[in-house]
């Protein structure tokens, strides 16, 4: 296993800041989606950085009505997996994605 590189406490403050920052920017997309001021179709057609590295299932799960059974049962019917991100959605996947979840 590779050690990590060492970091000088001032890149390593910068790198929990950065990190810390995008936590936010995720956070705030989910709720965003959540009160419906930001759309399936509009998130998934996002190429923001902060909608391509959020996971699938946890954007499906941030949608009104939508629980951790149903966002898991969709993927499942789908083919995405439990671990894929935004970023990684083919069209096909997104599409099927709008046409299930899509309101």
Do not use: W
Request: aromatic content about 0%.
């Amino acid at each position: 296993m590779a050690t990590p590189p060492v970091l000088t406490p001032e890149q390593r403050a910068n790198a929990l800041a950065k990190a810390a920052e995008a936590r936010a920017a995720r956070a705030e997309l989910k709720t965003q989606l959540k009160l419906g001021s930001v759309t399936l179709a509009e998130a998934l057609a996002s190429t923001n950085n902060t909608v391509g590295k959020l996971k699938v299932v946890s954007m499906l799960e941030s949608l009104p009505g939508v629980g951790k059974v149903k966002a898991r049962k969709v993927m499942t019917e789908i083919g995405i997996a439990d671990n894929r991100r935004v970023q990684g959605l083919g069209t096909q996947q997104k599409q099927a994605l709008l046409d299930q979840l899509g309101k």
